[in-house]
């Protein structure tokens, strides 16, 4: 089983809310990613857990918060987002975050921020 | 800096044709892949290949690690192959971010 899942498919949210991404994987990872992807361009790395700990911000904005509840879960809190906010946002894992394991994604969440 | 370079950046083919897209990376890596974007935007694995050839079915990838470059061969392309294509690597020098290239997106015409 090489499957990551995302939660929601989709999500619309006004400036003032605060939503939260969902991602799991049961593959025995101990890395997991974040990535935001806008229309026409390539995935943009937000963030690396590694065994749990968050090992790489690339300098996201604090309005973006993740968190990794344990080894199979990453939630992505949102809170006072922006419309240019709105994209596709996806989940990876690996078996590690060094020596560059294989990466697998979810399908994605298809966020618009109104 | 760091980069991967995708080339060509769009490809219009007629269905039965083939087709190479290429990566070119800038330093040394420890893994290389590529993926197919479908329309609903999951990222499906082609292949893993830091080095060597590998094939799966109608595709088949090289990866020449010393010259920095990969290549993906498509043969006999269907409609069903259209969609984006990326490479993605895992630098040594920059561990634990896989970082994509622009992508190619082709266009299978029946």
């Known amino acids: 089983d090489t499957e990551v899942t995302q939660t929601p498919k989709h999500l619309v949210m006004g400036m003032t809310n605060k939503k939260s991404l969902k991602c799991e994987q049961h593959?025995?990872?101990?890395?997991m990613y974040w990535y935001k992807q806008k229309a026409k361009k390539p995935p943009e790395l937000m963030f690396v857990y590694s065994y749990e700990k968050l090992s790489i911000n690339e300098s996201v904005p604090s309005r973006f918060s993740p968190e990794c509840p344990n080894s199979s879960l990453l939630n992505l809190h949102l809170h006072a987002l922006q419309p240019e906010d709105s994209a596709l946002y996806l989940c990876?894992?690996?078996?590690?975050?060094?020596?560059?394991?294989?990466?697998?994604f979810g399908q994605g969440t298809r966020l618009t921020v109104v | 800096g760091i980069q991967v370079e995708q080339s060509p950046p769009d490809l219009i083919l007629q269905e039965g044709a083939n087709s190479t897209l290429r990566c070119n990376f800038s330093d040394s890596v420890n893994n290389l892949q590529w993926f197919h974007q479908n329309p609903w935007g999951q990222l499906i694995n082609l292949f893993y290949?830091?080095?060597g050839t590998k094939q799966n079915g109608r595709l088949s990838a090289t990866t020449v690690a010393t010259e920095r470059y990969s290549l993906l061969y498509i043969s006999s392309s269907q409609t069903t192959d259209s969609g984006v294509y990326f490479c993605?690597?895992?630098?040594?020098?920059?561990?634990?971010?896989?970082?994509f290239g622009q992508g190619t997106t082709l266009q299978v015409k029946p």
């Open positions: 290949i830091p080095s």
């Open positions: 993605a690597v895992f630098f040594l020098s920059n561990t634990g971010k896989l970082i």
């Open positions: 593959m025995g990872h101990r890395a």
């Open positions: 990876a894992s690996s078996q590690s975050s060094v020596q560059g394991p294989e990466a697998f």
